[in-house]
């Protein structure tokens, strides 16, 4: 299974009780799910503005972030 999270959906995610988002936290929590993730400016900033930086950093350490080099989608 593949998510996309984009920017618009911060607050939804970061809602533990909404449920848009259990099925997500499911396959985090207790499957093998893994967001992936590109470190650009723009995908730092967007996490920042949207108030994800605790959460993030919160994934990266529980290795439920899987981060892609900026220069692999310009392939």
Same mark, same amino acid.
């Given at each position: 299974?593949c +998510? #996309? %999270?984009?920017?618009?959906?911060?607050? &939804?995610?970061?809602?533990?009780?909404?449920?848009d988002? /259990?099925? +997500?936290? @499911?396959w %985090? $929590? @207790?499957?093998?799910?893994? #967001? +992936?993730?590109?470190?650009? $400016? !723009?995908? /730092? @900033? $967007?996490?920042?503005?949207?108030?994800?930086?605790?959460? !993030?950093? #919160?994934? !990266? !350490?529980n290795?439920? #972030? &899987? %981060? +892609?080099s900026? /220069?692999a989608?310009?392939?």
């Open positions: 299974m +998510v #996309i %999270l984009d920017a618009d959906a911060f607050g &939804k995610f970061k809602d533990p009780d909404n449920e988002m /259990e099925p +997500v936290w @499911n %985090l $929590e @207790n499957k093998s799910g893994k #967001i +992936v993730y590109s470190i650009t $400016e !723009r995908m /730092e @900033n $967007e996490c920042d503005d949207g108030g994800m930086k605790d959460l !993030r950093d #919160i994934l !990266r !350490r290795h439920k #972030i &899987k %981060l +892609v900026p /220069e989608h310009k392939k």
